[in-house]
C-alpha cells in the first residue's frame, strides 16, 4: 500500500510516498481502509519534529482518519466490516490502510460525507469540550473566537452557535471571515488590520464573556484586555508559534479565568465522559445543529502542499487528503 514516509524531521516538502507492506492487524483494533485523512496543524508540527510527541523517525503521520472496516482484530465488539467509521490513531493514517484502535474510533454521524468525517472528531470534540465542559458557555454569553477561520476555530463557531450563544469570529482575511459568516458568526474582527481589543469590546457592548484562543501570540493580550469582568479565556493552542506572556495583573483586575483546554490528555483519564461527550456531538449532528464545512482535497501525494498551506495560513477553512 501507498503510504507517506516522514524520513527524517524537516519541512513538509521532505514527506516521500512509499509503497509498504499491509500493516498487520492487532488486538483492539480494526483495519481501515482510508477514504480521506483530516490534514492537520498538528501533522505539521509533528513532521518538524516540533510537536509535544515526537515519533522516532520513519514514520508514518497523520493523527485522523475516515473509511470503512476491512477487518476486525481480537477482542474488538461493537464494529463489523463494512462499517464507515472515523478515527483518531494520533499518527500512521497518511495511508491506503490504518490499523485504529476501537477506542479512538467512532460510526460516522449520519450527514457527513467521508472528508467531512476526517475533520470532525478532534476539532469538533476539541471545541465541544472548551465551550461546554470547560467555560460552561451560556445562551446569553457572547464568545470570541480567534483564528475562526482555521480547523478548531470553525467548530467552535458551529458548537457556540448551537448553544445559542452570540458569536464573535476573529481572522486574518477578508475570504477567511467569509467562511466564519457562513458557519454562522454574528460578527467579524479583521484582526490583521482591526485593533482587536476595541473591535471585541465594541462588539460586544462592553467586553466578551469567552474568548477561545487557538493561536497565543501577540493577540493573547489584547484578547485578554477585551474579556468581560469575570469572563473566561480558553487556552487552546499557540498556532501564532509564541507562547503569550500576559501581565498577570489583568486576570487580577477582571476578576477572569483562564482555563488550559487538552482534550486529547483529558480522554485518556475521562475515557466514557469522552465516551458521552461524542453521544452529544452525534446527537447534535444527526438533529441538524451542527453544519461542518467541506474541506479543501488534496491527493495523497500532495500533502506537503497542504501542510505549506496550513503553515503559511493560506487555507481558508479545513483541509483532507481524499482517496476515493
Ligand atoms: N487544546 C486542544 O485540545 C487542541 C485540540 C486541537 C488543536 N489544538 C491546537 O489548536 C491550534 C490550531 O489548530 P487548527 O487545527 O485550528 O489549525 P489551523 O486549521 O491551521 O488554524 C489555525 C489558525 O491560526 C491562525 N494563525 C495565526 N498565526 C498563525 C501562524 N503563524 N501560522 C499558522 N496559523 C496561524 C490562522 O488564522 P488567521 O490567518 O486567520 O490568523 C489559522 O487559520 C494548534 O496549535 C493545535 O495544536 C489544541
Redesign the pocket.
Known sequence: MKVIQCAAFGPPEDLRVEEVDDPLIQPGCVRVDVRACGV???D??MVQGL?QFRPTPPFVPGTEVAGVVTEVGEGVTGFSVGDAVMGAPGMNAFAEQAIVPVRALRLIPKGLSFAQASGFY??Y??AY??LVHRARLQPDETVLI??????????AIDVAKAMGARVIA????HE??ELCRAQGADEVIL??EEDLKSRAKELSGGGVNVIYD????D?AEPALRSVAPEGRYL???????EIPRVPWNLILLKQCQVI???????TMSHREENEALFASLREWMEAGRLKPVEPTLYPLEDLPQALRG????K?????ALSLE
Open positions: 492537520y496543524f498538528v505539521a508540527l510537536y478532534q476539532a470534540s476539541t469540550f472548551a480567534l483564528g475562526a477561520a482555521g480547523g478548531v476555530g470553525l467548530s476573529a481572522a486574518s482575511t477567511k471571515l484582526y490583521s487557538p493561536v497565543g501570540g493577540f487556552v487552546i493552542g499557540f498556532a501564532g508559534g488550559g483546554v487538552n482534550w486529547g490528555g483529558w496550513l503553515l503559511d495560513r487555507i481558508v477553512g479545513k483541509a
